[in-house]
């Protein structure tokens, strides 16, 4: 059988083992990506050979919710600029990402940032970070919007080698491919694509557009791609619901000015005001205030003044796909494929209002403070493909990915830096090769099976740029001639990852399948030259008092100057003896910088099972997997002072460990009520448990003694830290019916609340010791024994880990007459409330400020409260697509038709999303 691909069909006859084997995949995968990618409803024959001949593949069964996706056709109906429009029409997904950015970090069931989910562009893992409200947890990846084909999500633990060392599912992005562009049956060809915004509801959409030109002959697929976009600054919606911006807006995160330009104290209608953290920090307090009548009036004010500064963005990107194919018995061919892209934008803005006209007006005042960024994105990768025989079907890539990010900030009021220039630059670039081979063979009774083997050489550089607050404490230092040594806020650090991963699935289209995979995977991290402060205490001893020692050499007969030279002497050698380096001058501790090494082993391991009941269309699943993933080294070595808030290095993190259930019952049903229609509905059950989840949580550092105010930094102070089992749990819900008349689709992610506590070791290193000193001044230093016990606290404003899920649906309807040509249709989507569960702790409180400021009750002793971040939104979305030819489409996209006003909060400000916004949508192929 041999593929004719300008009839774009197969042609010959084929044995039905060898079939399977020409439809098998390069790389392991799980049981959900098989059923969403072979025809397994492909009617069995019991003939020997199988004669192709059709030009369509036979149609997949209805996807379970394990790997229920963004297709084609969904990203070509919303067309949007920004992949958070679609994402949030995927059920249990969501986008931690402030909207005008370009690089994404998608959420999968409650699990997101640092690459617990493991995100990809063409099979390519992309895992870098960058300042986030949750300080850095976000593992984002640079998709162009405009070349995106399709959206790939699985959820749950699954085992290949390009998910080995993440937590919670994984995304690919694909690219579109030269079939999406060239017309059937032309050998060369193109496509242009172009959107704008117009009339008065533009909202900041400038033109914008991709170009594409493709060709193939017997031997060659070539597809080229440009685009370019460009997004003015935006207006934010201006309608609410007034009672439920009242109650459930944290004002905290917004400045307000008079006239004067006197800023107005915003700590006012304070549902919890004046709480205080454990480590006393800047940001791991609490004032959840509200609004005020008069200041929500102004925020009104203020959105319909115009446009909002900060959220303007360009980007430009570039892709490439070369194919060549051997054209003999083993279909043998090699891909390359290249994208790099660039953009400007700006996030975390903080927005000031101003009110004039003694308080009857207001506008958005002057640019909001906000992180400015530059971003480049490089991907390129060459891989090999070949189908020998049922056994053997390798396929070898090598590919090259860097993101380079800019980053650059003034120091806020309060810093050691304020209003000075900081930056923190990223450079981020790998190299890797992977081996993958996929087996088909038949075992009595049991049947056909598949085997997927891969594995996975990976070499990471991190080369960082920053000026942090304490390094421009320290230029400041040295104008006054003083010399001021400051940790490394971040370090350079060189990855060695190596994977390995088995999966075997049943391979046929019988109702039962079965996957089973395990996979193994080897870091070594090299980091270099960081700078951190630590403990100095090497061992336990006793160390005389001063006086004594000169009593006791007086006694002898010294005299008082050489009994006081030969007592410091002494006390010298004693306090010595007990230290790591005695010749560092910061008594008990001491400045590390030497090169640090880590190595982890991380386990992963499957078993998922699904089976449709014949005659039924039910197909109840369930997915069980474990996945274990490594701390980075901007994790562990993080240190300094950032937004006024200290940390320390922690160089002990242990792996996060994620046990993941799924659980649920799809049914489908084609002729439902007529023979043309198509009805789908399911209902899964989600649970992530994730063992010493790392978060913020304060510390004592290693090798150091802890009296009773706390080790040598404090009591406690700001770091990351390993905590106690974090748990993400809920309900999803899709339901499909579609006819040649209209469509209906809908999606409801329903988390169940669990309020994690945020608990861990006072020293995770072990290695800790305590003091005590006697009333001759003799002291005493003992080893410690376990981990020092653990401290409970919030990470209010830092961490993922305190986020309440919000409840998340969408609804899409649309008619589709004129046999699909036309699509009319609207899309409904909500969101709950957005809230935090804050422990508080009633021992940190140094007064009585948290009860006199706080509306709300506080506990009599440690307990939770709920931050109200945003009251809960609903918007709707008008869209029209016509089909004039096969070549030619046109659309028009009305987001937001009722102009809600609507965001999210971020470590300091918001992230406001755009109000209505009117955009027309061009597509032609020639």
């Known amino acids: 059988m041999i593929w004719d691909r300008k009839a774009g069909r197969y042609t010959g006859t084929l044995s039905k083992i060898t079939l399977l084997t020409l439809m098998s995949f390069s790389s392991a995968q799980t049981l959900a990506q098989q059923t969403a990618s072979t025809g397994a409803d492909a009617k069995p024959t019991s003939a020997d050979t199988l004669t192709v001949t059709g030009s369509e593949p036979a149609a997949p069964p209805p996807k379970t919710m394990l790997n229920a996706g963004a297709s084609k056709k969904d990203l070509e109906r919303r067309k949007a600029s920004h992949l958070s429009d679609v994402v949030d029409q995927i059920s249990g997904t969501s986008m931690n990402s402030l909207y005008a950015r370009p690089d994404v970090s998608i959420g999968i069931q409650g699990v997101a940032g640092y690459g617990r989910v493991s995100q990809q562009l063409e099979g390519i893992s992309q895992n870098f970070t960058a300042f986030t409200r949750d300080i850095g947890q976000t593992g984002s990846i640079y998709v162009e919007p405009q070349f995106l084909q399709s959206i790939d999500v699985t959820r749950g633990v699954n085992t290949s080698t390009g998910t080995l060392g993440s937590l919670g599912g994984s995304v690919n992005f694909r690219y579109l491919d030269i079939d999406d562009v060239l017309r059937p049956g032309k050998s060369l060809g193109g496509m242009v694509r172009g959107s704008t915004g117009f009339s008065q509801y533009a909202n900041g959409q400038k033109p914008s557009g991709a170009a594409f030109l493709a060709g193939r002959d017997e031997s060659w697929d070539v597809l080229l791609g440009v685009s370019r976009s460009k997004n003015d600054a935006y207006s934010v919606g201006s309608n609410f619901n007034q009672g439920e911006m009242l109650n459930g807006f944290h004002a905290t995160n917004l400045q307000f000015y008079d006239d004067q330009n006197t800023y107005y104290n915003s700590a006012e209608n304070c549902r919890y005001g004046g709480v205080t953290g454990v480590s006393g920090g800047f940001q791991d307090g609490l004032n959840n205030c509200m609004l005020t009548p008069q200041r929500l009036q102004w925020l009104k004010q203020a959105a319909k003044s115009g446009a909002l500064k900060g959220t303007e963005r360009t980007a430009d990107s570039q892709m490439l796909r070369l194919r060549h194919y051997f054209n003999d018995e083993f279909n043998q061919r090699l891909d390359l494929f290249a994208s790099a892209s660039h953009s400007r934008f700006e996030s975390d803005q903080k927005p000031q209002i101003k009110a004039s006209n003694n308080g009857t007006d207001a506008e958005w005042f002057g640019s909001p403070w906000s992180v400015k960024n530059e971003l480049d994105s490089r991907v390129i990768s060459l891989k090999y493909q070949g189908e020998f025989s049922d056994l053997i079907n390798p396929s070898i890539q090598i590919y090259h990915e860097q993101q380079r990010r800019k980053q650059g900030w003034l120091g806020i009021a309060g810093s050691y830096a304020y209003n000075q220039p900081l930056h923190y630059d990223v450079d981020n670039q790998s190299n890797g090769i992977k081996l993958a081979n996929s087996s088909h063979f038949s075992l009595p009774v049991v049947g056909n099976w598949r085997l997927d083997a891969g594995a996975e050489l990976r070499r990471e550089k991190k080369t960082v740029d920053s000026l942090s607050e304490e390094d421009a404490l320290q230029k400041q230092y040295a104008q006054w001639g003083l010399t001021y040594v400051v940790p490394e806020w971040d370090t350079d650090s060189r990855t060695i990852t190596q994977s390995l991963a088995l999966n075997l699935s049943t391979d046929d289209d019988g109702p039962l399948k079965i996957s089973a995979g395990v996979g193994f995977q080897h870091v070594a991290m090299d980091v270099y030259s960081p700078r951190y402060l630590s403990g100095n205490i090497g061992k336990g001893g006793t160390i005389p008092g001063f006086q004594p020692l000169i009593d006791q050499y007086i006694s002898a007969g010294e005299s008082y100057a050489d009994a006081t030279e030969k007592a410091l002497e002494e006390l010298t050698a004693a306090t010595d003896a007990v230290k790591i380096d005695p010749s560092n001058g910061n008594g008990y501790t001491r400045w590390v910088t030497d090169n640090q090494k880590h190595h982890y082993n991380l386990k992963s391991g499957n078993l998922a099972v699904q089976y449709t009941l014949p005659g039924t269309g039910l197909t109840p699943y369930a997915s069980l997997g474990y996945g274990e993933r490594a701390p980075t080294s901007g994790e562990m070595y993080i240190s300094g002072a950032w937004m006024r808030q200290a940390f320390i290095a922690n160089p002990d993190l242990k792996p996060e460990k994620n046990l993941s259930l799924q659980l649920g019952l799809n049914y489908h049903r084609p002729a439902l009520f007529t023979e043309s229609d198509d009805f789908s509905a399911g209902v899964g059950f989600y649970r992530n448990r994730i063992k010493d989840y790392i978060g913020y949580g ?140 804050y422990w508080y702790v009633k021992d940190a409180q140094p007064g009585s400020a948290a009860e006199e400021n706080s509306q709300q009750s506080l506990p009599d002793h440690d307990g939770w409260i709920t931050a109200n971040l945003w009251p809960k939104t609903f918007k709707v979305d008008l869209f029209a697509n016509y089909k004039v030819t096969d070549d030619l489409k046109l659309g028009v996209y009305l987001a937001n038709l009722t102009n809600q006003m609507d965001g999210t909060t971020t470590s300091m400000g918001y992230n406001f999303y755009p109000g209505r916004t009117l955009t027309a949508n061009l597509e032609y192929r020639f």
């Open 698 to 837: 304060p510390l004592w550092m290693s090798n150091d003694i802890i009296g009773e105010n706390g080790g040598s930094a404090g009591q406690s102070v700001g770091s990351v830290n390993n905590l106690s089992a974090v748990i993400r749990q809920g309900f999803e819900f899709n339901l499909a019916y579609q006819q040649p008349l209209f469509y209906i689709r809908s999606n409801l992610t329903v988390p169940l609340r669990h309020d994690n506590k945020m608990c861990s070791a006072n020293s995770p290193s072990g290695n800790y010791y305590t003091q005590s000193i006697a009333d001759d001044g003799t002291t005493t230093i003992t080893r410690g024994s376990g981990n020092g016990g653990q401290s409970c606290y919030s990470g209010w404003n830092w961490m993922e880990t305190s986020q309440i899920e919000p409840i998340r649906g969408s609804l899409t309807a649309a008619i589709t007459p004129y046999h699909g040509q036309l699509e009319l249709g609207a899309t409904l989507i909500y969101r709950g409330k957005q809230r935090a569960a």
